[in-house]
């Protein structure tokens, strides 16, 4: 029995190397070669001499667009926070006819492909455009809204999670305590969904930051996100300090998910929004 | 004076009507249980009260006002549900100035009346810990605490044992009726268990179908119940059906299969020839051998003792009677005659025999 345990043990743990292996060894290879030097329009690695020249040969542009999209990423997972908590609220406790529909149409970005939906937004700035004359294609409004349409439906679908364990009778033991209905949603409601709130936040700004079809359409000089930088660069000019940026991204990525982790304490969070035992 | 009245209150959920005309008034100080199975109303009575849902007609009166309109935040009521509804992200200390914070009351009132209330159920050590880390019980007590914090004018619980085991839910019966006299609270207590609104009430309501079946003290519930459905649901009974014969003195003699027995009515006498139920609780019942003479002062059947249950200090015997009906008896541990298969006489007293109408008052649609 234990000698199976022991065989079972490491086979799983082979299991969860080669896992690991698979998923991080294109992320480990354009760390590695980010570390290169010297000018080759190729990628090497391991890489044959060591150096940080890509790192301080990064074009300007890069880190402008890095800039872009975490402004837009931030400020797209806040719009879709502000409309995806009433939804789920609705969606959740709402009592009224069409309730499931609703909750399928709310849902339906999911099943549209990203470049349908980038079609889509460009026809329909350029008709606003022709209409009144207000251009919305490169402008960030324009790509905001995009981005807020692509990342909602993920911040719905984690604050239902959240909501639908929430225990029914905690609004009510509120109100009985004398607390009205904002009181009742400051004290008990937020809390409670805080854990949907911050992962619902976290899938929108993940959406909005990684994107580029949408970006791609409805993006233009100035509005040119990070993700749409990075495919531009790979077609026509490719330059190894592309490596370098996304080593960059990759480890700001990395320390800010940590962060967050360590900031808000996902576990006792998801134990907060829990059941009542 | 009344502190709560309901004036004929109808609830309906759609076409179903969850309470029928419910008209009952709550004394000052007064420790009050709606009982019945589930179903009955007695929840939906509660949350009327307490305002999570308005009636369909008639109106419900706090203090002489009537509450139509007055948001629950508004009616200054303690309530106490069965899941308790403990905040998870708050600590018990928390938990239990909720109300006293909504009340704007100052941190050092709050902190003072919060210690207060620990005390009074017992828990003074444990203001800072969370609810998941509190037992059914601790929960149950912290859950009462927050419901008394604010002073509230009434207290509703609704089936707030319900989740505990059996002794935890006998020693917090006296817990909480402890803590309710010494408050001096009008309480309303919901509860689907019988010996728990009769250890506890002052008086109970027995509900079913969205009805009041009968309102009295816990005595007059048992001993002398006014429908079958009440005789039933509080404690256990026999049932026999028979035709009454005429009155004799202060009784009212009827026959059970050609058998007359003496019985006390409940109301008014019902004409002879009528048909009506005869119900006798276990312990009214005694066995007596079958040779022994009889007492012409008692009712006596003769049947078979077909089963007996044990119950550790005392027994229960089913006896099929000779007529048809079978019959459960309540006797002492050691009595040889509850023996299976024991040739038996049932004799018991004319004034425990409760007549009652055969057949409980059909339903209005």
Same mark, same amino acid.
């Given at each position: 029995?234990?000698?199976?345990?022991?065989?079972?043990?490491?086979?799983?743990?082979?299991?969860?190397?080669?896992?690991?292996?698979?998923?991080?060894?294109?992320?480990?290879?354009?760390?590695?070669?980010?570390?290169?030097?010297?000018?080759?329009?190729?990628?090497?690695?391991?890489?044959?001499?060591?150096?940080?020249?890509?790192?301080?040969?990064?074009?300007?542009?890069?880190?402008?667009?890095?800039?872009?999209?975490?402004?837009?990423?931030?400020?797209?997972?806040?719009?879709?926070?502000?409309?995806?908590?009433?939804?789920?609220?609705?969606?959740?406790?709402?009592?009224?006819?069409?309730?499931?529909?609703?909750?399928?149409?709310?849902?339906?970005?999911?099943?549209?492909?990203?470049?349908?939906?980038?079609?889509?937004?460009?026809?329909?700035?350029?008709?606003?455009?022709?209409?009144?004359?207000?251009?919305?294609?490169?402008?960030?409004?324009?790509?905001?809204?995009?981005?807020?349409?692509?990342?909602?439906?993920?911040?719905?679908?984690?604050?239902?999670?959240?909501?639908?364990?929430?225990?029914?009778?905690?609004?009510?033991?509120?109100?009985?305590?004398?607390?009205?209905?904002?009181?009742?949603?400051?004290?008990?409601?937020?809390?409670?969904?805080?854990?949907?709130?911050?992962?619902?936040?976290?899938?929108?700004?993940?959406?909005?930051?990684?994107?580029?079809?949408?970006?791609?359409?409805?993006?233009?000089?100035?509005?040119?996100?990070?993700?749409?930088?990075?495919?531009?660069?790979?077609?026509?000019?490719?330059?190894?300090?592309?490596?370098?940026?996304?080593?960059?991204?990759?480890?700001?990525?990395?320390?800010?998910?940590?962060?967050?982790?360590?900031?808000?304490?996902?576990?006792?969070?998801?134990?907060?929004?829990?059941?009542?035992? | 004076?009344?502190?709560?009245?309901?004036?004929?209150?109808?609830?309906?959920?759609?076409?179903?009507?969850?309470?029928?005309?419910?008209?009952?008034?709550?004394?000052?100080?007064?420790?009050?249980?709606?009982?019945?199975?589930?179903?009955?109303?007695?929840?939906?009575?509660?949350?009327?009260?307490?305002?999570?849902?308005?009636?369909?007609?008639?109106?419900?009166?706090?203090?002489?006002?009537?509450?139509?309109?007055?948001?629950?935040?508004?009616?200054?009521?303690?309530?106490?549900?069965?899941?308790?509804?403990?905040?998870?992200?708050?600590?018990?200390?928390?938990?239990?100035?909720?109300?006293?914070?909504?009340?704007?009351?100052?941190?050092?009132?709050?902190?003072?009346?919060?210690?207060?209330?620990?005390?009074?159920?017992?828990?003074?050590?444990?203001?800072?810990?969370?609810?998941?880390?509190?037992?059914?019980?601790?929960?149950?007590?912290?859950?009462?605490?927050?419901?008394?914090?604010?002073?509230?004018?009434?207290?509703?619980?609704?089936?707030?044992?319900?989740?505990?085991?059996?002794?935890?839910?006998?020693?917090?019966?006296?817990?909480?009726?402890?803590?309710?006299?010494?408050?001096?609270?009008?309480?309303?207590?919901?509860?689907?268990?019988?010996?728990?609104?009769?250890?506890?009430?002052?008086?109970?309501?027995?509900?079913?179908?969205?009805?009041?079946?009968?309102?009295?003290?816990?005595?007059?519930?048992?001993?002398?119940?006014?429908?079958?459905?009440?005789?039933?649901?509080?404690?256990? #009974?026999?049932?026999?059906?028979?035709?009454?014969?005429? /009155?004799? &003195?202060?009784? @009212? *003699? +009827? =026959? $059970?299969?050609?058998?007359?027995?003496?019985?006390?009515?409940?109301?008014?006498?019902?004409?002879?020839?009528?048909?009506?139920?005869?119900?006798?609780?276990?312990?009214?019942?005694?066995?007596?051998?079958?040779?022994?003479?009889?007492?012409?002062?008692?009712?006596?059947?003769?049947?078979?003792?077909?089963?007996?249950?044990?119950?550790?200090?005392?027994?229960?015997?089913?006896?099929?009677?000779?007529?048809?009906?079978?019959?459960? #008896?309540?006797?002492?541990?050691?009595?040889?005659?509850? /023996?299976? &298969?024991?040739? @038996? *006489? +049932? =004799? $018991?007293?004319?004034?425990?025999?409760?007549?009652?109408?055969?057949?409980?008052?059909?339903?209005?649609?």
């Amino acid at each position: 029995m234990s000698g199976g345990g022991r065989i079972g043990r490491v086979a799983a743990g082979a299991f969860l190397a080669a896992l690991y292996l698979f998923l991080f060894a294109p992320l480990l290879v354009v760390a590695g070669a980010s570390l290169g030097g010297g000018d080759r329009p190729y990628v090497r690695f391991p890489p044959d001499t060591w150096s940080l020249e890509w790192y301080r040969r990064m074009p300007p542009g890069y880190l402008e667009s890095l800039q872009v999209s975490a402004l837009l990423a931030a400020a797209t997972a806040v719009a879709a926070l502000f409309l995806a908590v009433p939804a789920a609220l609705a969606l959740v406790r709402g009592r009224f006819p069409g309730r499931r529909l609703a909750g399928v149409m709310l849902r339906a970005p999911l099943q549209i492909p990203y470049v349908v939906t980038g079609i889509a937004f460009l026809q329909t700035y350029y008709l606003v455009g022709g209409a009144v004359g207000l251009n919305l294609r490169g402008h960030p409004v324009g790509l905001l809204l995009g981005h807020v349409f692509l990342a909602t439906p993920y911040a719905i679908g984690a604050l239902v999670a959240v909501l639908e364990r929430f225990p029914p009778r905690l609004e009510e033991a509120a109100q009985g305590l004398g607390a009205s209905g904002w009181r009742v949603f400051r004290r008990v409601t937020l809390p409670l969904i805080a854990p949907g709130i911050y992962a619902g936040g976290l899938y929108a700004f993940i959406v909005s930051f990684g994107e580029v079809p949408v970006a791609l359409f409805l993006g233009g000089p100035g509005v040119t996100t990070f993700p749409v930088q990075v495919f531009a660069a790979m077609q026509f000019d490719f330059s190894p300090s592309l490596l370098a940026i996304s080593t960059l991204t990759l480890i700001v990525s990395l320390v800010l998910l940590l962060a967050l982790q360590r900031l808000i304490g996902i576990d006792t969070l998801l134990r907060a929004g829990g059941g009542r035992r | 004076m009344s502190r709560i009245a309901f004036d004929r209150v109808v609830k309906r959920y759609g076409p179903h009507a969850a309470l029928r005309s419910l008209s009952l008034d709550v004394a000052e100080g007064e420790f009050l249980s709606l009982l019945g199975p589930s179903g009955c109303g007695k929840t939906t009575a509660l949350r009327l009260v307490a305002g999570f849902v308005t009636p369909s007609e008639g109106t419900i009166a706090i203090d002489g006002r009537d509450m139509a309109g007055v948001p629950p935040q508004r009616r200054d009521i303690g309530m106490v549900f069965q899941d308790y509804a403990l905040f998870p992200h708050l600590t018990v200390a928390e938990n239990v100035a909720f109300g006293l914070r909504e009340r704007r009351q100052r941190a050092a009132a709050i902190a003072a009346r919060v210690a207060e209330l620990l005390a009074l159920v017992q828990l003074p050590d444990l203001g800072g810990r969370y609810p998941a880390e509190l037992s059914g019980g601790q929960q149950q007590r912290v859950a009462l605490a927050r419901a008394l914090a604010f002073r509230p004018k009434l207290l509703l619980m609704d089936e707030p044992l319900g989740a505990l085991d059996l002794k935890l839910r006998e020693h917090m019966q006296v817990e909480i009726r402890r803590i309710q006299r010494s408050l001096g609270i009008t309480t309303v207590y919901v509860t689907h268990d019988q010996g728990e609104a009769m250890a506890m009430s002052d008086r109970i309501a027995v509900m079913n179908r969205g009805r009041l079946e009968q309102l009295g003290p816990p005595e007059e519930i048992y001993e002398r119940p006014q429908s079958r459905f009440v005789a039933a649901f509080v404690g256990k #009974v026999s049932f026999l059906p028979v035709r009454v014969i005429g /009155r004799e &003195g202060d009784h @009212v *003699r +009827v =026959a $059970w299969a050609g058998v007359p027995l003496a019985a006390m009515p409940s109301g008014a006498l019902p004409p002879a020839g009528a048909a009506m139920l005869v119900a006798v609780r276990p312990e009214a019942f005694v066995l007596q051998p079958e040779a022994a003479p009889a007492d012409p002062e008692l009712n006596a059947l003769a049947g078979l003792v077909v089963e007996r249950v044990y119950a550790g200090n005392l027994v229960h015997a089913t006896v099929r009677l000779d007529g048809g009906a079978t019959v459960v #008896v309540e006797t002492a541990a050691d009595d040889a005659l509850a /023996r299976d &298969g024991t040739r @038996v *006489r +049932v =004799a $018991w007293r004319a004034a425990k025999t409760m007549l009652l109408a055969a057949e409980d008052e059909k339903e209005a649609p």
